[in-house]
Each structure stands twice: as structure tokens, then as C-alpha cells.
């Protein structure tokens, strides 16, 4: 279990908890992020180092990949096995408690799951061919 505190658009800090998907729904969500040309949000969100801030952003920049995640169905699948202060965000109770007039928070507890979840592993594929190649040569 991953936990983790964000603050709401109106400042007030809230825990979450998630559990990571499991690969057999994981990979299909994947995909999806992937076919809605958020390469240069993956970029992004494989930066260890990228302070909030920082990101929030550089985030705002692709605000038109982002509006390719508004879709609640897909957003409730992704946010599966995440707890805001105890309760489940997936559901629509859930979510409509959770983010109604809270898009902010909605968007950095996105950024969290998927960073959590490594649905875009870019920044280890350089090394897996190298370490693949060092291998071949040995």
C-alpha cells in the first residue's frame, strides 16, 4: 500500500492510500494513456525529482493532452483501489464527494496513481537495452 497527502483547491490536506492495480488492468489503462498522446506527460511523471509545483506547471502546458482524461469511466478505473481519508474514491459517490469543484486535487491524485502504478517505465527502457547489450557482449 502506497500513501500519500494532497491538499485540496482550498488548501485542506487530505491522506490517500492506493493499492497498485494489478498488471491484467493496469496494462489496458495503460494503453489507453498511451493512445491519448500523453508521451510528454509521461516525460513528466517519470521525474523523480520534479518538485509539485514545478510540475503542476508544466503540466498546465499540456492541458490539452490532459482534457483527453476527462472521461469519468476511464478516470473511476484508474482511481480503483484509492482511498481519500478512508473512503473510496472510485466509486461515483465517491468521486463526486471527493472532487466537485476540486479538479486540482482530482488532477494531482491522477498524477500520483500513475506515477505509483509506472505506466510509463520510458526512463528504464534506455537502461534495459544497455544492460541487455552489455549482457550479449560478455
Same mark, same amino acid.
Given at each position: 500500500m502506497i500513501e500519500f497527502v494532497l491538499a485540496d483547491d482550498q488548501g485542506n490536506e487530505?491522506? *490517500? %492510500? +492506493?493499492?497498485? +492495480?494489478? !498488471? %491484467?488492468k493496469a496494462l489496458p489503462l495503460?494503453?489507453?494513456?498511451y493512445a491519448k498522446g500523453l508521451g510528454p506527460v509521461a516525460k513528466l511523471l517519470t521525474e523523480k525529482s520534479a518538485d509539485r509545483e514545478k510540475l503542476g506547471a508544466e503540466l498546465l502546458a499540456l492541458v490539452p =493532452?490532459?482534457? $483527453? &482524461?476527462?472521461?469519468?469511466?476511464? &478516470? =473511476? =478505473? &484508474? #482511481?480503483s483501489g484509492v482511498q481519500r481519508d478512508g473512503l $473510496?474514491? /472510485?466509486?461515483?459517490a465517491g468521486f463526486d464527494r !471527493?472532487?466537485?469543484?476540486? *479538479?486540482? $486535487? #482530482?488532477? &494531482? !491524485?491522477v498524477v500520483e496513481v500513475v506515477k505509483a502504478n509506472g505506466f510509463f517505465p520510458l526512463s528504464r +527502457?534506455? /537502461?534495459l537495452n544497455a544492460t541487455a547489450l552489455n549482457q550479449r557482449r560478455g
Open positions: 487530505h491522506r *490517500y %492510500s +492506493l493499492t497498485l +492495480l494489478p !498488471a %491484467s495503460g494503453r489507453v494513456l =493532452q490532459l482534457i $483527453e &482524461l476527462l472521461d469519468v469511466p476511464f &478516470l =473511476q =478505473q &484508474l #482511481l $473510496e474514491v /472510485s466509486t461515483t !471527493a472532487f466537485t469543484a476540486n *479538479y486540482g $486535487e #482530482l488532477v &494531482l !491524485a +527502457l534506455g /537502461s
